[in-house]
């Protein structure tokens, strides 16, 4: 099981859709890379997968891919792809998860449906190999760092006169007047602060104008001459004031009409109305982180498989096989689309299970060639078959 469970993710790096017999079809659709301001990352594109259940009926190329890497036949690779999808049944009914690897989940719900979670951790696009989450760091801003000014102290020393022993009594008999009783002395303490400490506070002043004056000029420059605001990210350009910002220039270019561009839906309406009617279930984005299953509210019309019945042409010794096909359904809707080009396709045999369906056939090799290339250009596909 473990076997087959990395075929199907191997198969889905090459291709967009792998078809499981008698299980269902993983679709794949490729999602555009994305930026989550939530978590300031960048998101690399990625596959996203749907599942369908009425996508059981095989067309040959995943038991083609599993006989080629298992190095078995093609019948032994048929077999092998059945026994394992038996006990993936068996195991869902009683209740457990099968885990496809690189894939993701199948389970049933509350009401025994089949349901599918798509893997997280894993990127099924090839062309993102090596891509991972950028992650945006923003810088919180410095609060201006404020330098205390050096102040002066004051100090006040008072110097108290000696009290007068007596009244000195000239000989005139006039006394003379009383001495001060109390003087008062003020000195500051700046008349007595040393050189070295003066010093010391000039450069304290100096080093505060170099830190926060740069910083007032850009606080004022980056907002008014660049678009910071807007897009939020700073360059190194944007505190060169002499350098030049170049505008951007676009140059228009004529599409084919045949052209189409991929929009992404965002509105869960668009989306169901886009699935086709066949899908009963499928994974919606509601964000970077969270991805959920929807159930939709209808019931998807089986589509009526038309036999074509077909003509053996006999005869032919060289026949342009355009494809191989394990039920007879397919090879009958193969054939009923190229009738629609124009041409006679048969069935040429049965080989390991496979129907082997020939566009066309003829008796001569270098007429085969011809033909070929013809089917070529049509768009179609061959190889021949010498019988």
Known sequence: MRVISNYIGDLLLRQDSVIVPELGGFVSRQMPARFS?????????????????????????????????????????????????????????????????????????????????????????????????VVFEIEEEQAPIQVAQPTLEVQVE??????????????????????????????????????????????LRVAAAAIVLPFVFYSFWVPLTTDVLQTKKLAMTDFNPFHKSVPAKYKSILMDGETTLEETNTNLESIVEALPEDVNSFNFNYDEDLIFAVKLEKEAPRAEVQIVEHTVVSGNSHHLISGCFGLKENADNHMTALREKGLNPYIVDVQGGLHRVAANGTNDAARASQIAAQLKEQGIDTWTLKK
């Open 158 to 203: 008072k110097t108290v006169a000696p009290e007068p022993i007596g009244i000195i009594i000239p000989i005139s008999g006039e006394p003379i007047e009383k001495l001060e009783s109390e003087e008062s002395k003020v000195v500051l303490a700046q008349d007595v602060v040393s050189p070295k400490h003066v010093n010391k506070a000039i450069w």
């Open 37 to 133: 301001e939530k978590r300031n990352k960048l998101l690399p594109p990625y596959k996203q997968l749907l599942f369908h259940t009425h996508l059981n009926l095989s067309d040959g190329v995943f038991e083609r891919y599993v006989a080629n890497r298992a190095q078995m036949s093609l019948d032994d690779a048929s077999k092998l792809i059945k026994t394992t999808v038996s006990e993936w049944q068996a195991q869902l009914k009683n209740g457990e998860r099968i885990e496809i690897e690189r894939v993701g989940l199948l389970f049933l719900d509350e009401e025994r449906k089949l349901r599918f979670e798509q893997d997280r951790h894993h990127n099924l696009l090839l062309q993102s190999f090596g891509l991972g989450e």
